[in-house]
């Protein structure tokens, strides 16, 4: 058996099977992120892939990397030469075919930089007793990218977004140009009721496109 064929299996199964089989762990890792203009890219948790790939061996096939909701991603491998790409018409980002190469020995950090169509600035979430208020700003990145609406998701556990939540608001419209400003409000008298410390993110999504681009998350306490 080959090294990659090695590598397929040790990733589908436990490491404890992978020492009782005699197979090799991994010995090294590759971490990052997913940026733009140096700043983390938020999504929903492990709805998208990256793609890694290592030439030289029989069975090529990528190695899927999921990308965690806060931007960053990690995947134990062997030492090597890698390549990691974006998959294409996934992400909240213009498709990028570019390649980031990598030389592992130990471990590697890399950044993989993405052009969002949309982007949200400047949010803020704000309790008066039960009432939420999100306000941010939304700002047309790439030109010619249709808005179709934003989003407001409160959700139990810090992994909340448009397909896990408790509560939502959503709002659609037109930007003022490449711009627009955005104010949802949500009672989570009821939620507050059974879960006294909530999650909170607001998304945009872009017209024809799956996956929304997302804010960090933030924490809620009951008043």
Known sequence: MNRFASLALILAVPLAACEIDNYPAPNAEITGRVVYQGEPVNVRQNAIDLELWQDGFELRREIPVNLHQDGTFAARVFDGVYKLNLKEGVGPWRDNPDTVQITLNGSESVDVPVEPYFIIEGESFTLNGNT?????????????SVFERVG??????????????????????????DTGHFALTLDLADAFASHPQLFVRAA????????????????????
């Open 152 to 177: 407001l998701y409160v959700g139990r556990t810090q992994f909340v977004d448009s397909r896990y939540h408790l509560i939502r608001a959503e709002q659609e419209g037109e930007l003022d140009g």
């Open 204 to 223: 945009v999504k872009t017209a024809g496109v799956e996956e929304m681009l997302y804010t960090p998350v933030d924490t809620l306490e009951r008043p």
């Open 132 to 144: 939420l208020t999100a306000a941010f700003d939304v700002r047309r990145v790439v030109e010619g």
